[in-house]
């Protein structure tokens, strides 16, 4: 069999295999138990089969006519009404077999929302938050998405201002540090953290009013360092100036599991 064969026997683009986008949202809510901040995310519960009455990541179908940055976020919007400062391609997953009703590919991404933003998210008995480290068994392989994206997360956080996707445009050093620690879920000594993060820090000369003691200073982030690095695609902006085109990555071997219809909804690995 020539070479030109066997590429005639491959898959064509006459295949059609399904395009499909979900979304890893992380917000920070206080946790019940310690009020302290903890990462939360939304979940969509499942009402048909495969995994019926499961929760699993909301996601959807690509539509012809629109790139993948914009579907993720038409899809958060339909799903949770939510509406991310920050959205970054995490993973594209495309093992033959991660669906059971048949192939398709699903690009995952990830969003981070302020706590004010996240308060705006429709709930209801089948859209849930959930604490992101203490989660159920949830559809298909969304557990071992979740924990890669909190991976990426927690790693970004230490060489990146991407806390600020957590924050107001202007925060005090004892804010940024509580995000710090709500991600990482470990105290961090205020003088090293200090002196870690304020060479990426302006003051703004404005402080917070109304404590017994002396008012903090306010800061922001130096705009000259990106929200996040997208290497040769930094100039490559989708879905307005705040959402960005992150890393492309590739799966490797690991597998995730594809769309399921959730009634008015999907839901995507």
């Known amino acids: 069999m020539t070479f030109t064969d066997r590429m005639q026997m491959s898959a064509s683009p006459r295949d059609g295999i399904p395009l499909a986008v979900s979304t890893v949202i992380f917000a920070l809510r206080a946790d019940a138990e310690s009020g302290l901040g903890a990462l939360w995310i939304p979940l969509v519960r499942r009402i048909t089969e495969p995994f019926g009455g499961r ?5 959807g179908w690509v539509r012809a006519e629109e790139g993948l940055a914009d579907a993720a976020s038409r899809n958060l919007l339909e799903t949770t009404a939510l509406e991310p400062s920050y959205l970054e391609q995490l993973y ?3 093992d033959v077999d991660r ?3 048949g192939r398709v590919v699903s690009i995952v991404y990830w969003a981070l929302v302020r706590a004010d933003q996240a308060a705006q998210a429709n709930e209801g008995e089948n859209v849930r938050w959930f604490p992101a480290d203490d989660l159920p068994e949830l559809a298909f392989d969304h557990n071992v998405i979740i924990d890669y994206a909190l991976w990426r ?5 230490e060489y990146s201002r991407i806390a600020q996707a957590f924050l107001g445009e202007t925060f005090t050093l004892t804010d940024l540090r509580e995000v710090h620690e709500a991600v990482l879920r470990r105290p961090l000594d205020p003088a090293n953290f200090r002196r870690q993060v304020e060479s990426t820090l302006v ?3 404005a402080v917070v009013s109304g404590g ?3 008012p903090p200073k306010l800061y922001r982030y130096n705009q000259t360092i990106e929200l996040v690095d997208n290497g040769p695609l930094g100039d490559q902006k989708t879905l307005g100036d705040q959402k960005t085109l992150g890393e492309k990555k590739t799966l490797g071997d690991q597998k995730a599991l594809g769309p399921e219809r959730t009634g008015s909804t999907h839901v995507i690995s």
Do not use: I
């Open 153 to 157: 997360l927690r790693t970004k956080l």
């Open 212 to 214: 017994r003691h002396r």
């Open 92 to 94: 594209a997953f495309g």
């Open 203 to 205: 003051p703004t000369g």
């Open 99 to 101: 669906s059971p009703s």
């Open 55 to 59: 929760w699993a990541l909301p996601g």
